[in-house]
């Protein structure tokens, strides 16, 4: 699906919520989506939006909850997309689409969860019916997300001789970014004898290279680009996949990830080239994630990646700065929206570690070979 058609520099993003990322939030789902959502539309300058939309894997508050909490009497378009990161990006394209065909004048999208306190991912049940055939890998050691990308991770590193100093560059140059972001989770630094001391959970995955479990919400507004000509412009988004990390049973390559897939058609929609992409929000759920998806963007070549990392190429002052405000690693993981909402931040001037004439933001999000890129520009 491409942004291109119809949509492209006609939605704007027009308010930004979110609630102070916690490992325990003592609250419900709801209470942390309203919270967010009233933040976005109070930015927007809004009371309520005309549609809401949103995406979850069966953890959040469902849409018609949070529209009577929002104290609305009747509610237009809305929908509950089922999905984790792969729709942290694509969900900007059906606001858009909406917004665009006249069908709503303005558009709530959240995410909430208690991804921490309450539901966590790494916990898989043997069952019948949808998801069955889990229990033919989970004797193999594939009990979650984590393992899963462990495996494609060894993999990659091995095809790319990066080692645990560039995934320690990672995870350390996100830390860094987190120091001056008072949301993030984890604002510590992390030397690479004390990474390399940590837990690995799964090789080559340890403890700091795996992104946080939060409990959280995160609210956008998108509307009309007529209705707000300085907000930050929805121009492309691109959603798709194919064989690869998602399905190793049947891929030629387990360390294809979505950005493979992706970036090609992603830029033909936007009419851009990886040179115009001034700050990238990667979604770095694993850090050997963050130099694959610089390669498959075209912002790095593989045999560059080694240096680069090593010279925090990826710094918010360096040559392709990635998540100034720490991404999903250290600032928080609100399946992906949180990077969104700090391109909208970077773009209009205000973002965590401001990267200076920021004008293009490239936004990714997926859960495996699966996922889907958006290019953001400001007004």
């Known amino acids: ?46 009371d309520r939006p005309d549609a809401i939309l949103t995406y979850h894997l069966g953890d959040s508050a469902p849409v018609l909850y949070l529209a009577r909490e929002l104290g609305m009497r009747e509610i237009g ?17 059906d606001a858009a689409m909406l917004v665009t065909a006249g069908l709503a004048r303005s558009v709530l999208v959240y995410r909430a969860l208690n991804g921490r306190s309450g539901r966590r991912m790494n916990a898989l049940g043997l069952r019948l019916g949808d998801g069955a055939e889990e229990q033919f890998t989970h004797p193999y050691g594939m009990a979650g997300p984590v393992h899963q990308f462990a495996l494609a991770g060894q993999r990659y590193l091995y095809d790319t001789g990066l080692g645990d100093a560039h995934t ?34 799964a090789e080559p995955l340890r403890r700091s290279d795996c992104c946080q479990e939060t409990d959280g919400a995160c609210a956008l507004v998108v509307v009309p ?35 493979g897939h992706l970036a090609a058609p992603l830029y033909a929609a936007a009419g851009m080239t990886p040179r115009d992409v001034d700050v990238a929000l990667l979604y770095d759920a694993y850090t050997w994630l963050v130099p694959r998806q610089l390669e498959d963007f075209g912002l790095v070549d593989r045999p560059d990646l080694g240096g680069f990392l090593l010279d925090r190429g990826h710094a918010a002052t360096g040559p392709v700065p990635v998540n100034p405000h720490g991404g999903l690693l250290s600032e928080g993981y609100v399946h992906g929206l949180n990077n969104v909402a700090e391109a909208v931040r970077q773009l209009r001037g205000t973002g965590v570690n401001q990267v200076p004439g920021a004008g293009v933001a490239l936004c990714a999000g997926f859960g495996g070979s699966y996922g889907s890129a958006a290019v953001l520009t400001a007004a």
């Open 77 to 93: 378009w809305h929908n509950e997309i089922h999905g984790g990161g792969t729709q942290s990006a694509s969900v900007l394209a």
């Open 225 to 259: 680009a007529a209705d707000a000509p300085d907000a930050p412009r929805v121009h492309a988004v691109v959603r798709g996949g194919g064989p690869g990390a998602s399905t190793m049973d049947t891929a030629d390559d387990v360390t294809r990830i979505f950005s």
């Open 1 to 46: 699906m491409s942004g291109r058609q119809g949509f492209s520099g006609r939605a704007a993003v027009a308010g930004v919520g979110m609630t102070v990322p916690s490992r325990e939030s003592g609250r419900t789902p709801l209470a942390l989506a309203a919270e967010a959502s009233r933040t976005a539309l109070a930015d927007a300058g809004l």
């Open 168 to 201: 320690h560059a990672v995870v350390a140059q996100s830390r860094a970014h987190a120091a001056a972001n008072p949301r993030a989770l984890r604002r510590d630094p992390l030397s690479l004898a004390a990474y390399r001391d940590d837990v690995m959970v």
